[in-house]
């Protein structure tokens, strides 16, 4: 068979070909050239300048805690995590070491004119920041409020449970609890629990020192590190364990959003001077809301004339509830989680049947993992 010479057309069709494979492996080249580059730049920046850093330790922050605390150490090395841990340790433990100046009034003059009209027991309204939305309680009678339990050995008991089984109006998560794993029952507290004046859990001591929030007889909000046995000569009626106290004398503590202990859900609570109780409850981890630093949430008692502000369980325990109803968005995959406490309200405190579950029991041999 005879071999058809090859024509002027099809060079130059080939030559066309082979310029445009050219071009498209030049363009490649440079596109991954250029990927290279920026992410070379992206990576100092990260890792160098003192803008990325911030936002660095910020996503460390974020992450230590969750229950991903370990991932932190890819961002900022094992020993500034460990380090970083344990100076907001250490700062949440002085925060809680100033004394507090009574600086809130919650008994009425004799002298004041009586105030016409009824103050609402309970209002709620939305906030927001940049990267939040969340809600915030104001509770105009603090004596009102008691901390509810579980009623059922062996497990920790949902806010929603919690409210329609006691008949109270509101229902906010409370203190921390042992959490193996983040994946815990919710039964076993940390620190200590008062309700109704009353210890029904505490794993200090008498004399053991622990990091509170609480509120006394005559309505005033308790925070800070104090002796179990402090709390009862003050006259501790509720209280759980959590820190920090962020907003002492109506100063607060926490100086810049660097300080903040990272973005994430919060509940955190506080008194103002006519002896109000406000409950922050924001958001996170979610597309309508990221979260907030405690600094955000500072700055919103702040500007609501907060003298006293501490924080409580936040995260995925994190959960308002108001006439049996979740108000707000947890960011629990697996819904709202078990809990050991959480504040109660009630239009008549001294009714709510709450009994101690943890009563006889030895704490030391509660499984928290265990369902």
Not at 95 to 118: F, H, I, N, R
Not at 283 to 288: N, P, W, Y
Request: proline fraction near 4%.
């Amino acid at each position: 068979m005879a071999v058809q010479p090859t024509t002027s057309r099809q060079i130059t069709r080939q030559t066309r070909v082979k310029r445009k494979k050219s071009k498209g492996l030049r363009f490649f080249g440079y596109t991954l050239l250029s990927f290279t580059l920026l992410a070379i730049i992206g990576l100092c920046w990260f890792f160098l300048s003192a803008s990325g850093s911030s936002l660095r330790f910020m996503m460390a922050d974020t992450l230590i805690t969750t229950q991903h605390r370990d991932w932190a150490k890819y961002l900022i090395g094992t020993p500034e995590l460990q380090k970083r841990v344990e100076a907001y340790s250490k700062s949440f433990d002085d925060m809680g070491a100033e004394k507090d100046l009574g600086l809130v009034d919650v008994q009425p003059k004799p002298s004041e004119a009586p105030v016409t009209g009824k103050k609402e027991l309970v209002t709620i309204e939305p906030i927001s920041g940049n990267n939040f939305k969340g809600q915030l309680v104001t509770i105009s009678d603090p004596t009102k409020l008691r901390i509810g339990v579980p009623d059922k050995v062996g497990k920790g008991e949902k806010v929603t449970s919690m409210v329609k089984r006691t008949d109270a109006i509101l229902g906010v998560n409370g203190g921390g609890f042992i959490d193996p794993n983040w994946e815990g029952n919710g039964f076993q507290p940390e620190g200590v629990v008062i309700s109704g004046g009353k210890i029904f859990y505490n794993d200090k001591g008498m004399n053991g020192s622990v990091q509170v929030v609480g509120i006394d007889k005559q309505g005033r909000m308790i925070a800070g590190k104090y002796k179990v046995s402090e709390l009862l000569e003050m006259g501790v009626q509720e209280a759980v364990s959590f820190s920090p106290r962020f907003i002492v004398n109506g100063v607060g503590q926490i100086k810049s959003q660097a300080d903040g202990w990272g973005i994430a859900p919060r509940t955190c609570m506080a008194q103002t001077k006519d002896g109000s109780i406000l409950f922050a409850i924001i958001d996170g981890r979610q597309t309508h809301s990221i979260g907030a630093t405690l600094y955000d949430v500072q700055q919103i008692f702040l500007a609501h004339d907060a003298i006293t502000a501490a924080n409580l369980d936040g995260g995925a325990s994190t959960v308002l509830v108001h006439n049996n109803a979740i108000i707000n968005k947890p960011s629990s995959e697996y819904g709202e989680r078990y809990l050991p406490t959480a504040w109660l309200l009630f239009d008549h405190p001294e009714t709510a049947v709450i009994k101690n579950v943890w009563e006889g029991l030895d704490i030391s041999k509660i499984d928290p993992s265990k369902w």
